[in-house]
């Protein structure tokens, strides 16, 4: 990638200057320019809502980054190629889902367009759980660019056209993320590596580094599911609904974490994910009253569901699909969104919304697993071109293809300055 | 533990489900069912409130978490068992403190009660560290269920009866997690282990995970201890008393940690921990107008305290009391929280209150520290019941007891894939 | 430094106990006491600024802290001192701010005096970044003092005399912390270790340590940028045009770190570096109307700028200036700071402020940068007096100088409890 990578970056990022020069501006321009305009500003609730930007923005950089480090060798991209994704992606979601929601009109940067860029990215990182140390920061950056756009037609799809509820996005993010990556993950799949490799595993303090990212996401995403809610009533009970399914969810995952292994051990994979899983199925009716038994009830669900997925459902999907999912972003995101979309579907039933139907909450999961499925094929088939520095099946899961990696990896013989040398490392 | 911790957490969590469904209700619903109730709806100030709440809901899940993280083979269990008894802490506190202050009707879930059912979790959390490696996680559920029953009558008799001040909880929370948590560590004493154990003991970078956790709760420490304060004049008191507590007690804390180790060398135990001493010790009068200047004053004499008692008390503890406390909670919670009580008799004897009396303050002190001595005894007999899971003598402090451990704790040989093999650990 | 740390530190904190106790009050106080001021309180504004306060706490103790712990053996020191830094900064900054600014009245304590006394300590982090690994503690402190009295009086300077634009301190704590930092290594410059030192390296963990720090630099620079901007359109820009800003600068940190490797492989020195430089070089601008894509034109700007810097520039300070950088701080705070001020320059030029002039701005970099060099160099005069505990060369970039540390430095063979033990290291 001598050239091919920074060349890239660079043209994108030139690009993302000349869109935002083209069709962006300070939400107080409008006021100067456009006096006719009657949609008030949020320039007053710009403060309010900021805290739960940068909520959002912790669970995306931090949380979704440091998640991913539980691989023993893949720490650096883990936590560095979702910077770039996420950097990369809150420009270009900022123009994507600006275009369709500013009918012609420029794009007026408020609190909640940040927030929204944010979400975008959160659809790209999900996804890249799914392709984790098989690919190259090159196909990140165009899987980026391709998956923003299909993210951001559905979620007009869903919100405009349908105007199902899914306020915290079980299906538009969470559910459309990982089925993107899965079909991306079954384009790419390698026959080579069917057996495992010897880096897809964790060291101790790599699983402790992920507990990072599993906590941070665990605890801000009541913000997360209400940061773009209706203020009020319905804001605040996504904000209640998430923090009990959540408290829910985690009893749940503990319990069938230890009863599927054989020795009822805890498995540090269902921890640092299927506590999660609470977050996302609420999601779609997290504004809704549902309750908070029913949230807990909900994310009860959710965990049980999510450590069968890891526990079951993975192995068969490698083996019998031929989709090998790194991150288990099926398990977390996947069938947790699904979940979420059906609760919402059961939720607007039982008369917990009354602006949304039956039919459109189907439509939205149904729309949004479709596009996903369809825009993973064809991102996938482009990111197979031979000449975007995907690594070889020796090279997967390792860093050191794509970056300068210490000497010594971490405290061996050597770092006590008078032990055996002879396992020093040549540097790769 | 095969079926039982499993059996245990999924009863517990229906049970909650179950208490949810009966007791809780959203807070707006209140106003739909009962027009006559005066009391104003605190959904205004939830959002005002809700940073204040994530920055306490940062230290419980992230600042405890890693606190705990020091000790080399027990990460896992640290962060993960923290979050474990938090999720059901925070359901189970809900209930039991929303019980004594609901009068009888519908508990209303508002920010505050948020906030409280984070804060009740907190005591259980310090009780944790008092015997953190020598106990199961069931041990630990039980553990949750018993103390925050004796924590939400403590907390309402200091409140409601005594009407004393205690905003940031320097005796309901942190003395009283402390004195439980060090009677069920004598009433759990273990012999076999009076000179110590090889597992008890840190690593480089163990300490440096705990620094993430110290760091995290001693920037939120503010928030902490201003929270549920009356807004207005109380609550910013409550912020700049405990910002400048803390940095004075950094410097005292650093200081004596150099003083009393032969060499004059820092020990990490101190700085870890001893450094937060200020943010417990300002705890009961941080809203009071005792001044920038008294505050530092308070922060000064924690920090020492705190370092004394690591020094000279915790050793003095294992070998004379029999009791063997973990994590040191005696003196970054004990001591302080014991110091705070006292610095709130000598505030409101010096006039910085007009809403308590010194001798509600005492009674205050002296029923904290009561109810948890003789609850701590009751759980700690109630923990020794046979079948509870409780580890060996010789697997004390080691996650792989509870935990599936990867196959390699960090890089050793192996790592390098060409090292020596024969440190290889077959799986336990 | 068996006792004159302590002592140093013990005598420090009594004098900020003493000057507190004269100089400083609450708020509130100043209503009580003097009717007659007609500065209206900014009591109702604590709550709203108080996330952007928290956000910027987090910087300065988990931001920079962590931002250092790169070094192999030198994590504890860098977390540890840069806390024992800030606290005392903070404490000395509140006077040393306050007593400029109170024109002889007692020092209010408000939001915005814990937001700048959190600032001026970042002054001296920076610089501790410039010798980290080469200075004792006692130094440490001694820095801590005097380059607070300079910065107070520098940014006393620019903001009062000059009235120029720096709302995010690009040339008041960027520039000046990283020159006042150049002009201290230049002076305690070691010949002996021209050629480097081994310890003088990261490993694996300690650099995904160190991305902790990066990543909570860059999610909340906005707020350190705007935390006291003039509330409404000039937050709201500094917030939104530092957002964008740092998302372009990664774009360009990442592409220029693998374009100036001959295998085109990404540095982790400069992601975790040169991705931050764009919250830099935005900061004098950032309230201005420079448009969002100004913002990233700067962004883009400053991450090429910091990684050539880290690339060409460094290598050269340390050979022909005799001026060694250990962290890079010219890179990341010194070249984008002045970027910055010069951004400010052509900003004021191009319209996008009203408040400034060029002339003025130009005083204010050449004012900053001055007052740097010249308190840089009678600090580095203080610092070499030979009785302040200055490690030998042999001694730098280790913890074991000032700390206990651990036994066994990470997961060596011994950690398994049956490997080889002749790697014991004895206590040092």
């Keep these: 990638m001598r050239f091919k990578f920074p060349l890239i970056a660079i043209g994108l990022e030139i690009f993302m200057i000349v869109l935002f020069g083209l069709f ?18 949020d320039l007053a609730t710009f403060l309010e809502l900021y805290p739960l930007f940068q909520d959002v923005h912790v669970m995306i950089f931090v949380g979704f980054g440091f998640l991913m480090t539980f691989l023993k060798k893949y720490g650096f991209s883990s936590v560095g190629i979702n910077l ?43 996804s890249f759980g799914a392709v984790l140390g098989k690919t190259s920061p090159i196909q990140m950056l165009i899987m980026t660019i391709i998956e923003i756009a299909f993210f951001a037609g559905n979620e007009y799809l869903v919100g405009e056209i349908f105007k199902a509820s899914d306020i915290g996005a079980s299906m538009t993010i969470h559910a459309f993320g990982a089925y993107f990556g899965l079909a991306v993950a079954g384009i790419l799949y390698r026959p080579g590596l069917r057996r495992g490799h010897e880096n897809e595993e964790s060291v101790y ?28 009533d319905k804001q605040y009970r996504a904000i209640v609904n998430t923090y009990f399914s959540l408290a829910a969810c985690v009893l749940t995952a503990y319990a069938f974490s230890s009863l599927v292994e054989p020795r009822g051990k805890l498995d540090m994979v269902h921890i ?50 031929r989709i090998h999912d790194t991150c288990g972003v099926h398990n977390l995101h996947g069938l947790p969104g699904v979940t979420g979309g059906l609760a919402g579907i059961v939720a607007v039933a ?52 794509y970056w300068e990696v210490p000497r010594l990896r971490e405290h061996d013989n050597h770092f006590h300055g008078h032990g055996d040398h002879s396992q020093l490392e040549p540097e790769v």
Excluded at 216 to 230: D, G, K, Q, R, V
Excluded at 278 to 306: E, L, R
């Design 272 to 321: 640092q994910n299927a506590t999660l899983a609470g977050g996302v199925a609420v999601g779609t009716c997290a504004d809704m009253t549902i309750h908070p038994f029913g949230s807990m009830i909900i994310g009860s669900i959710a965990g049980i569901v999510s450590v069968f997925g890891y526990k079951f459902l993975s192995p068969l999907f490698t083996t019998k699909l």
């Design 350 to 401: 039982m008369g917990a919304s009354n602006t949304s139907t039956m039919v459109m909450q189907a439509a939205a999961l149904g729309s949004s697993i479709g596009t996903a499925v369809v825009g993973g094929l064809i991102t996938g088939l482009i990111l197979k071109l031979p000449f975007l520095g995907q690594p070889s099946d020796q090279n997967c899961y390792d860093d050191s293809v």
């Design 24 to 41: 962006v501006q300070y939400e107080t321009d409008q006021h100067t320019q456009q006096r006719n305009i009657t949609k008030p500003t």
């Design 84 to 126: 770039l994704i996420a950097a990369l992606g809150l420009q270009w979601g900022t123009i994507a889902q600006g275009i369709l929601h500013s009918h012609g009109q420029k794009i007026n940067i408020g609190i909640k367009n940040m927030i929204n860029a944010d979400f975008s990215t959160a659809t790209v990182l999900i």
């Design 205 to 232: 303090h790599s699983d402790l580094f992920a507990m990072i990212g599993t906590l941070f996401l665990w605890m801000f995403w009541p913000s997360f599911n209400s940061a773009i809610a209706e203020p009020g």
